[in-house]
């Protein structure tokens, strides 16, 4: 198994693009790229601590390969949104791509250059590229979210304006 870690806006978001895919074993929603140790949820959300809302992949790469969690996570996101994703604002909420080694960071740049030679976007792709730092899980309430609580999950994600996003850059 290997592991994948991405920001892009809020994480509750982020688990059901993936989630039950074959080869997919586990999403984990936390938080990582701050200074501040053991961070809260409380304390991510005022944006002061430098960490960004985050779900790691744990993947078979033989069903399920890294490349096609990238081409996935694109679809996901506006990387042209430096100050947030959709309705979530701030730098808690921007979108990252944290590599684990080598092989990984190779990847997602080619990836950020196909989306970038695509000319689909009129605005430049400021999603960035960083080494992966220490992920600390989410309280217990953000995991499976989507799942526990339903309609809540529902009603925040339809007022996000994500899905009318996705289907004008991506169907």
């Not at 979530?88 to 740049?109: C, H, M, P, W």
């Not at 970038?116 to 730092?133: H, L, M, Q, W, Y």
């Not at 609580?149 to 169907?171: A, L, P």
Request: hydrophobic share 30%; proline share 5%.
């Amino acid at each position: 198994m290997e592991k994948a870690t991405f920001a892009g806006g809020c994480f509750w978001c982020m688990v059901t693009p993936f989630d039950e895919l074959p080869g997919i074993e586990g999403i984990t929603s936390g938080y990582m790229g701050g200074a501040k140790e053991n961070p809260t949820y409380e304390e991510v959300k005022t944006g002061t601590t430098g960490h960004a809302e985050v779900v790691q992949i744990t993947f078979n790469p033989d069903l399920f390969p890294y490349e096609r969690l990238l081409e996935l996570y694109w679809q996901q996101i506006d990387p042209t949104d430096a100050d947030g994703q959709f309705h979530d604002r701030g730098s808690q909420y921007r979108t990252v791509i944290f590599y684990l080694n080598e092989t990984q960071k190779k990847l997602a740049e080619a990836s950020k250059q196909t989306v970038i030679d695509n000319g689909r976007f009129k605005k430049p792709i400021v999603t960035t590229i960083e080494p992966a730092s220490v992920f600390y899980e989410a309280e217990a309430y953000h995991q499976d979210y989507h799942k526990k609580n339903k309609q809540h999950y529902k009603e925040d994600r339809q007022k996000s304006g994500r899905d009318e996003y996705i289907k004008e850059y991506w169907n």
